[in-house]
């Protein structure tokens, strides 16, 4: 089992900057891909970015391209999302996820979940 919990959420103005953790507890956290998802009212998870286990490789939705970085600390058990130009249609609520294959999280889904964290940007 893994044990996601996120933090970093809160309330910006557009054009400012948040940085969201995602802090994983149990099993090898360095052997699972982490993804960052998000879910505004009244629309679908949506699939925002990903990291594989050694974080070589990353993975971005067009939508944050160039604005969003994803990144992760193996030795902290920690995987980061620095969301830089946020806009009000990036308000919502940020989930992480964790899974044995990069491939699975960038298609949408993971084995395991956080609890999720509110951003809110206003214009």
């Known amino acids: 089992q893994v044990q996601l919990v996120e933090s970093g959420g809160g309330l910006v103005q557009a054009g400012g900057s948040l940085r969201l953790s995602c802090a994983a507890s149990g099993r090898t956290f360095s052997s699972y891909a982490m993804g960052w998802f998000r879910q505004a009212p009244g629309k679908e998870r949506e699939f925002v970015a990903a990291i594989s286990w050694s974080g070589g490789s990353t993975f971005y939705a067009d939508s944050v391209k160039g604005r969003f970085i994803i990144s992760r600390d193996n030795a902290k058990n920690t995987v980061y999302l620095q969301m830089n130009s946020l806009k009000p249609d990036d308000t919502a609520v940020y989930y992480c996820?964790?899974?044995?294959?990069?491939?699975?999280?960038?298609?949408?889904?993971?084995?395991?979940w956080g609890q999720g964290t509110q951003v809110t940007v206003s214009s």
């Open positions: 996820a964790a899974d044995g294959s990069v491939r699975t999280v960038v298609a949408g889904r993971g084995d395991y």
